[in-house]
């Protein structure tokens, strides 16, 4: 493919596995402006109030950073313990 500009090659591009310039900033703006709209309570301020006015854009927010396979302690298999307590009533 020509370059547009020079008609010639086009260059080398962006090294593989460097993160994309605007893509970074945007990011790094977007996390800032929820900051600051938490107010003194921050981004976790922010993501609450967005959390109980906004469910159906927050829990797919949710959804993308939880794991998707869940493991018990170190990476083991999980355990499930079932425990009865009697309780005097008085």
């Known amino acids: 493919m020509a370059n547009k500009i020079t008609g010639g090659k086009p260059g080398p591009g962006r090294p593989?596995?460097?993160?994309?310039?605007?893509t970074a900033i945007?990011?790094?703006a977007?996390?800032?402006a929820a900051e600051n709209a938490g107010g003194d309570e921050g981004m976790v301020g922010y993501l609450t109030t967005q959390a109980k006015t906004n469910p159906q854009?927050?829990?797919?927010l949710l959804g993308k950073v939880l794991p998707m396979q869940v493991t018990g302690e170190d990476g083991g298999e999980i355990r499930s313990v079932m425990r009865v307590e009697l309780v005097a009533l008085t």
Do not use: C, E, Q, V
Not at 16 to 22: D, F, L, Y
Not at 57 to 60: C, G, I, L, R, T
């Open 57 to 60: 854009a927050f829990m797919p």
């Open 16 to 22: 593989k596995g460097s993160p994309n310039k605007t």
């Open 26 to 28: 945007l990011k790094d």
């Open 30 to 32: 977007i996390l800032k």
